[in-house]
Nanobody, 123 residues
Framework: VQLVESGGGLVQAGGSLRLSCAAS????????MGWYRQAPGKQRELVAS????????NYADSVKGRFTISRDNAKNTMYLQMNSLKPEDTAVYYC?????????????????WGQGTQVTVSS
């Protein structure tokens, strides 16, 4: 699975951005996708995730009510709509996909990451 992010940039506080993550390869076995972010000097953290099938979503408390994760299965693309951006949202945002493969010997999970896209929110 290959993941390519786009849509990052510089925005003023209170503004909006939409990130996109295009997936290619063995996308039919992807079980969940998500967005993570990493600010300078901090650990990478989960921002939002969405499962395949039921499309159950999950958000970090810090972005609830401001960010919306979605996916377009026909385009193999996931999105993150970010509204009411704050300076503390500044980070490199990474697309993540988890693929599950079930064989006769068991089930195996594989993780894939995009290259990251910078989001900078000025005050």
């Amino acid at each position: 699975v290959q993941l390519v992010e786009s849509g990052g940039g510089l925005v003023q506080a209170g503004g909006s951005l939409r990130l996109s993550c295009a997936a290619s390869g063995n996308t039919f076995t992807i079980s969940a996708m998500g967005w993570y972010r990493q600010a300078p000097g901090k650990q990478r953290e989960l921002v939002a995730s969405i499962t395949s099938g039921t499309e159950t979503t999950n958000y970090a408390d810090s972005v609830k009510g401001r960010f919306t994760i979605s996916r377009d299965n026909a385009k193999n693309t996931m999105y993150l709509q970010m509204n009411s951006l704050k300076p503390e949202d500044t980070a490199v945002y990474y697309c993540h996909a988890q693929r599950m493969v079930i064989t006769t010997t068991g089930s195996y999970e594989y993780d894939y990451w995009g290259q990251g896209t910078q989001v900078t929110v000025s005050s």
